[in-house]
């Protein structure tokens, strides 16, 4: 009895350490609230923001160098010959044709946007600054935060298509959940046939719309926009086309497979629409 | 210890959240903190490797949506397994690195995929567990190149030990 004592205690006593992070790491698991979760994932994060920003837009610009590069591979052999300044200046001609890329790019997002007529949203542009770094997590950091006016659950769009929600704020970034995460939840409708579900991420790079009724008539290829139910999400924001309907033998609602118009593994900036008016950007 | 520690950590949370998604296989990425998990648990004691993989987790949790703590807390039953166990292998062959990563990496994905389920989310089985698998190869493949790196700092983060077999006879 003694001796079974004694061992317990030596155990105890060896792998505290253990079992104190164990217990810790449980504790904030489940235990702490998610808004201080989030405000400590913020504030660590925060130094590490401007390395960040500066390495995503290397990186951008790398990718974009080497993507005109190879487009122009064939034409351009010849001229790779030729002398270091020439290059160089080509190097710069292509940087800039990236810039210009962007930039109109940006344009053309805000532009598509305001041709909707509703004046009543009220866009932020944001740049990605940062991936999630957890395989099955799908959410991205974005470099606008509260001194922006980018408050918690305002729908964030690339062009005219939805890619997510803002999830938590900090004073200068905010972390973006997009629509493939398994976490999220979007009321959508079927544009064509206006039957209603909710849209769900997994991981991957195609989304589920569950309960719809087996009645429904939603066909592959049909689209697929916000309903603007629960009001958490703007209304009639484009998410994506239906690419596989089925009925399910034995199952109530309809397997709906939804593909989002964006590819959320190339954009580089993002809109936010702020639901709270800012006088300031009136 | 301390700084090169942090500025490993530093330098792996720039190139976890910057660089990886653009290296990319079908939307798949390798997980750069549990190798340095792995590579520091093979390396230490199970009490220096639980602390160094619970401060590891948690700057992993600090960068993602997940629960902050469940990376910290999968680290730390890592660092104690591989800890108890690592006796048994010879840490300096590719393969044995390849292979315990890829271990590791499936025990963790498998360990995320519980709590996701735990918290009710939206999990497609057959979908996740793809992408554990796919992940966890990603992963070994790459682990053999990042312990040659991790490796050059291994006097500055205070490892020491040999690289052989450590069963003390």
């Not at chain 1, 924001?237 to 989002?260: A, D, H, M, N, R």
Request: charged share 20%; aromatic share 10%.
């Amino acid at each position: 009895m003694k001796s079974s004592k004694l061992n317990t205690n030596l155990f105890a006593r060896k792998y505290m350490l253990v079992i104190i992070f164990l217990s810790s790491a449980l504790f904030l698991a489940f235990l702490l609230p998610t808004n201080v979760s989030s405000q400590i994932k913020h504030g660590v994060g925060l130094p590490i923001m401007p390395f960040q920003k500066v390495t995503v837009m290397a990186i951008n610009n790398i990718s974009g160098f080497f993507g005109q590069l190879f487009s122009f591979e064939n034409s351009e052999r010849e001229d790779e010959l030729r002398k270091h300044d020439v290059s160089r200046l080509e190097n710069l001609v292509i940087k800039q044709a990236d810039i210009i890329y962007k930039l109109k790019n940006e344009i053309k997002s805000l532009s598509e946007f305001y041709d909707r007529g509703d004046v009543s949203l009220k866009p932020v542009m944001a740049n990605i600054i940062g991936y999630d770094t957890v395989e099955f997590r799908k959410s991205i950091l974005i470099d606008v935060g509260n001194k922006h006016g980018i408050s918690v659950n305002d729908t964030v769009v690339n062009g005219n298509a939805l890619v997510g929600r803002v999830l938590s704020v900090a004073r200068f970034t905010s972390r973006v959940q997009l629509i493939t995460d398994p976490g999220i939840r979007v009321p959508v409708r079927v544009l064509e046939t206006r039957d209603q579900g909710m849209l769900t991420g997994n991981s991957s790079f195609v989304c589920q719309m569950e309960y719809v009724p087996e009645t429904a008539s939603v066909k592959v290829g049909n689209r697929v926009v916000t309903s603007g139910a629960g009001e958490t999400y703007a209304r009639s924001v484009y998410v994506g086309t239906v690419t596989e309907s089925e009925k399910v033998e034995g199952q109530l609602f309809l397997s709906i497979s939804v593909s989002p118009i964006v590819n959320l593994s190339k954009i580089e900036s993002v809109l936010v629409i702020r639901q709270k008016p800012d006088d300031s950007l009136q | 210890m301390t700084v090169t520690l942090l500025c490993i950590l530093f330098v792996i949370s720039l190139c976890q959240t910057t660089l990886i998604p653009h290296l990319a296989v079908y939307g798949i990425t390798p997980d750069i903190y549990l190798v340095f998990a792995v590579f520091f648990s093979l390396n230490t004691d199970i009490k220096q490797a639980s602390f160094v993989n619970w401060i590891n987790g948690l700057v992993k949790d600090v960068f993602s949506l997940a629960h902050f703590g469940l990376s910290a807390f999968l680290f730390v039953l890592i660092g104690y397994v591989i800890g108890r166990s690592k006796e048994f292998v010879f840490k300096d062959h590719p393969l044995t690195q390849v292979l315990i990563t890829f271990v590791v990496a499936l025990f963790y994905g498998l360990g995320c995929l519980v709590f996701m389920l735990i918290s009710s989310e939206n999990v497609k089985l057959a979908v996740i567990i793809q992408k554990v698998l796919c992940s966890a190869i990603y992963s070994a493949i790459i682990a053999p190149l990042l312990f040659a790196v991790f490796k050059k700092f291994k006097t500055k983060l205070g490892l020491n030990h040999s690289m052989t077999f450590d069963r003390k006879v």
